[in-house]
């Protein structure tokens, strides 16, 4: 779950809670009203029975009391009425029929209660017609009192109905109050998320070696301090990176001179007798021509790449013969593949338009790749395929080596990436100082196209790229070579009876186009 999501939900549910929270309280806080207010109104009709009472006996009209009790009973929440004598006596309307007057003889404890009391009471009884009323009760001068009591029954349903009535505001309001909560809770989890999810797209764009990203800045709080941390800190990386690049690139220019004495000196070396008929002396300058050739390859790689990361590399695009180039370079490297035993190819098509590159690059492109290819191969061999697809022309360098393992292939082209899980599976121990990759993507991006690598461990490796195709030029036959640009013709190949195996589309056709070169 992303953050996002999570702050929306955190937030969504907050509003709920306290909206449910809020509704809940004002329905009991209601309900006590309500309660409240039906009690207050029973006794006041009380208080009135008891008034009318006190005046019909001064006046010695009873049936002004009847007369106002069955007034009072035709209300159907009252459920009966009454005046009860101390001593027990007394009558009650209605009686078990509806209508007839009923004499009583309460001298029970709550009765007894009741008058001991002298204040208002309220039970729950059951009147004689075997309906559960809820009665009031008042003890008056002479020792007797009044009752009243009114339906359970029609008393809920009363509260029932006021309750719902109440309830159908409330969930009206709580439903507006719902809804403009969550609209509240998204504002505010999309302001508390978008500087967070800037900073995570920001952080991972640097991890990926973007340079210079900034984001904007957010407000004064904690969230803003940070934003502006992160745009110090963004800033201070791209000032130390050009710092490494200057220095990179000062230390391998001053490398550069006493490097091109040591190799001109170990050719020297190389070329005397001695060096040939004395075994040690030999070794010596065997280890010298390694280490110095290593070291020379290390110091061309970074001033590629620093030259390549200061945009100062000069692309030269044109348009350029991809299979002719792919055969070259199958050709160039087969002496190195035959040490290994292993046999190197071009497979090309026939015809193949012409793609938008710089010829030089896309051979230090060929060339590193096939490099690795030949590097971490035992057995088996290397083909370097071309293909068209649509308006891009694709570059295949397949190996048969051990592979890369899947969690790695998202690093492979990053700087100084040797991955020592290949490393380890190659029979010999490798140079290489993780260079090689990076300069390949680099390149390839700058001649505006895209590399990626398929691989399975113990199977074999392809690195693809793919090149704008020149969409003015014709479609050219492979044999049409860039002679200029050959390193080697694929005749010579032939003559030389090479492993390598220049396999265009048409078998017989291929054979005269390479021949014809
Ligand atoms: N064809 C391949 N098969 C298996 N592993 C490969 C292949 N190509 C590259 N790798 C892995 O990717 C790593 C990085 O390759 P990269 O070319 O950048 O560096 P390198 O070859 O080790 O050194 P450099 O090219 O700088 O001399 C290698 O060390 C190796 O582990
Ligand atoms: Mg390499």
């Known amino acids: 779950m992303n953050l996002r999501l999570k702050i929306h939900l955190a937030s969504a549910s907050l509003v709920l809670i306290v909206v449910i929270g809020m509704m809940s309280s004002l329905y009991i806080s209601e309900k006590k009203q309500l309660l409240n207010e039906i009690r207050r109104e029973q006794k006041e009709d009380l208080e009135k029975l008891r008034s009318v009472y006190e ?129 509240l809770a998204h504002l505010l989890s999309r302001a508390l998320s978008k500087p967070i999810l800037n900073l995570m797209g920001a952080t991972a764009a640097i991890a990926k070696g973007s340079k210079g990203i900034t984001i904007p800045e957010a407000g004064k709080d904690e969230l803003g301090k940070l934003t502006r941390t992160f745009n110090h800190m963004s800033k201070e990386l791209v000032k130390l990176d050009e710092l490494k690049d200057e220095f990179m690139s000062h230390v391998t220019h001053e490398l550069r001179s006493p490097l091109t004495s040591i ?64 055969c070259e370079m199958a050709d160039f490297f087969e002496p190195r593949a035959m040490e290994k035993n292993l046999f190197i190819r071009a497979e090309v098509p026939e015809t193949l338009p012409r793609a938008m590159a710089d010829p030089e690059r896309i051979r230090q492109v060929l060339s590193n790749l096939i490099h690795n290819a030949i590097k971490f191969t035992n057995k088996g061999g290397i083909t370097i395929w071309v293909r068209q697809i649509d308006k891009k022309i694709q570059v295949g360098v397949q190996d048969t080596g051990v592979g890369i393992p899947k969690e790695n292939l998202a690093t492979v082209f990053s700087k100084f990436e040797t991955l020592k899980d290949t490393r380890d599976r190659v029979d010999k121990p490798v140079p290489g100082s993780g260079l090689g990759l990076n300069i390949v993507l680099n390149s390839v991006q700058s001649q505006n196209g895209k590399i990626w690598v ?10 693809i790229f793919e090149l704008p195709i020149d969409e003015d030029g014709t479609t050219v036959g492979t044999k049409t070579a860039d002679t200029k640009e050959s390193m080697s013709s694929p005749k010579q190949d032939r003559d030389r009876g090479s492993l390598r195996q220049p396999i265009l589309m048409n078998d017989n056709e291929s054979e005269q186009a390479v021949q014809g070169e």
């Not at 509260?159 to 709580?174: D, F, P």
């Open 454 to 463: 398929e691989s399975e461990v113990k199977k074999g490796t392809t690195f």
């Open 55 to 183: 005046e019909a006996m001064a006046l010695d009209i009873e049936i002004s009391l009847f007369n106002y009790i069955r007034t009072l009973v035709v209300n159907p929440e009252v459920s009966y009425a009454g005046i009860v004598n101390r001593d027990g006596s007394g009558w009650i309307y209605p009686g078990t029929d509806a209508g007839s007057l009923m004499y009583v003889d309460a001298k029970d404890k709550a009765v007894q209660e009741i008058l001991n009391s002298g204040r208002l009471m309220r039970r729950l009884s059951v009147s004689a017609r075997g309906e559960r009323v809820i009665e009031i009760s008042r003890p008056l001068d002479k020792g007797s009192y009044v009752r009243l009591a009114y339906s359970r029954k029609m008393i809920n349903a009363l509260i029932a109905e006021r309750l719902a009535l109440s309830l159908k505001k409330l969930t009206g309001v709580g439903i507006l109050a719902i809804f403009f909560g969550l609209l």
């Open 263 to 326: 190799i001109a000196t170990v050719e020297l070396l190389d070329e005397m007798p001695e060096a040939h008929t004395k075994p040690k002396l030999r070794r010596s300058v065997d280890r010298l021509k390694y280490g110095s050739d290593r070291l020379n390859n290390l110091v061309d790689n970074i001033l590629d790449l620093t030259r390549m990361e200061a945009g100062k590399m000069q692309f030269d695009i044109q348009p350029v013969n991809m299979g002719t180039l792919a």
